[in-house]
């Protein structure tokens, strides 16, 4: 089986790298804010599979190219195109966002190291990581709810599980972002480094975990995600029903003129 370079290598939106044993699966688009179209999807699904299958790779960092880790979906590609969502054409059978459940069920610690806004599928994408660590740059929000719209797996699967359930309500509630010490005091992030000492700092804590034996940290993460979540599967399998019932509505389509025409949205309930 090929490892996560062989099978990257022909990869532009989402570039990996490795080091050791520490892998860095870095979102490239910083012209759009590392915000996702249908290949960036793509590619971070195949990239987060291919890490948790190559034997080598015993510790994943997820980043993006500044200024921002990712802004969440490209709306004008994503939310107003004639797919339907997350990068994919729906299908007959409603099942969880493929890129989603690449992250979360990678068989090896993952880290974020959150560079910039980390906003809508954005914060998702943190939320799938074991452990999340925060340039003094980083902001995050919920952003799905200004859409029209519901979060994704994570959202429901992970952020009661870290903040509790009455801050994930109001995050959720309000769609409000959050900069780097709030994320920290609740809990969001591990914590705070400066903007030019985040990689280094989650690559020295990658290479900390990685030097442990490898089968046994994989068995702790199973443990963790065993006790800590819920069933991301049925959970996000819901979410995207939720999600293309709502992209139905005239709120969702006001949510996302109004985005695109830079305006106020005015939601009217159906």
């Known amino acids: 089986m090929a490892g996560l370079l062989e099978r990257t290598t022909d990869f ?47 510790a994943v960092i997820v980043t993006g190219a500044d200024p921002a880790f990712c802004s969440g979906d490209d709306v004008g590609e994503i939310m107003a195109g004639p797919k339907s969502v997350s990068g994919r054409a729906a299908p007959a059978e409603i099942k969880p966002t493929p890129a989603a459940m690449a992250a979360v069920e990678c068989a090896k610690p993952v880290i974020a190291a959150v560079n910039g806004a980390a906003v809508g599928w954005g914060m998702e994408l943190a939320l799938f990581a074991d452990i999340r660590i925060a340039s003094e740059k980083a902001r995050f929000a919920e952003l799905f709810v200004k859409r029209g719209l519901v979060s994704d797996v994570g959202g429901f699967y992970r952020l009661p599980a870290i903040v509790g359930p009455a801050k994930a309500a109001e995050l959720l509630f309000t769609g409000d972002i959050i900069d780097a010490g709030e994320a920290l005091r609740i809990g969001l992030v591990s914590e705070v480094v400066a903007h030019a000492e985040l990689l280094s700092r989650a690559s020295a804590l990658g290479a900390r975990i990685a030097a442990n034996p490898p089968l046994a940290v994989q068995r702790l993460k199973q443990g963790l995600n065993r006790t800590a979540y819920g069933d991301p ?32 949205p005015v939601f009217r309930g159906r």
């Open 233 to 264: 599967q049925e959970i996000g399998t819901w979410a995207m029903a939720s999600i293309r019932e709502l992209m139905r509505t005239e709120d969702h389509r006001e949510g996302v003129a109004s985005f695109i025409e830079k305006r106020e």
């Open 12 to 58: 532009t939106c989402v570039l990996c790298a490795l080091d050791g044993h520490v892998a860095t699966v870095t979102l490239n688009r910083p012209e759009r804010r590392n915000a996702l179209n249908y290949r960036a999807y793509d590619e971070l699904e195949a990239a987060f599979r291919a890490a948790s299958a190559d034997e080598d790779v015993r």
